[in-house]
Nanobody, 123 residues
Framework: QVQLVESGGGLVQAGGSLRLSCAAS????????MGWFRQAPGKEREFVGA????????SYANSVKGRFTISRDSAKNTVYLQMNSLKPEDTAVYYC????????????????WGQGTQVTVSS
């Protein structure tokens, strides 16, 4: 049983930066994957990026590659999503998720989800 809580969302101007945090109630084991997803109004939830809890492996959607960076602090049971060069298209509710089976991009492969945090990018 894992509980996730996102924070750090807000309003930012295009070109700006924002860092999201995802705090887990239970420390994950090696091999678990932590993912970030986002969902805009009227759209399906889409993959943003993921990181193994070990921090050795990362994966990003092409739309955010080079702009977003995922990191983690195992001591704090926290995963971060650093978002730079934000665009209006990045506006969405961002969700943190945990996969126990090693899934990366498929939402169906994740077992636990946070409540989401709103990110709004103005032009």
């Amino acid at each position: 049983q894992v509980q996730l809580v996102e924070s750090g969302g807000g309003l930012v101007q295009a070109g700006g930066s924002l860092r999201l945090s995802c705090a887990a109630s239970v420390r994950t084991f090696s091999g678990n994957v932590m993912g970030w997803f986002r969902q805009a109004p009227g759209k399906e939830r889409e993959f943003v990026g993921a990181i193994s809890w070990s921090g050795r492996s990362t994966s990003y959607a092409n739309s955010v590659k080079g702009r977003f960076t995922i990191s983690r602090d195992s001591a704090k049971n926290t995963v971060y999503l650093q978002m730079n060069s934000l665009k209006p298209e990045d506006t969405a509710v961002y969700y943190c998720a945990a996969s126990l089976r090693g899934s990366v991009q498929d939402t169906r492969g994740y077992d636990y989800w946070g409540q989401g945090t709103q990110v709004t990018v103005s032009s």
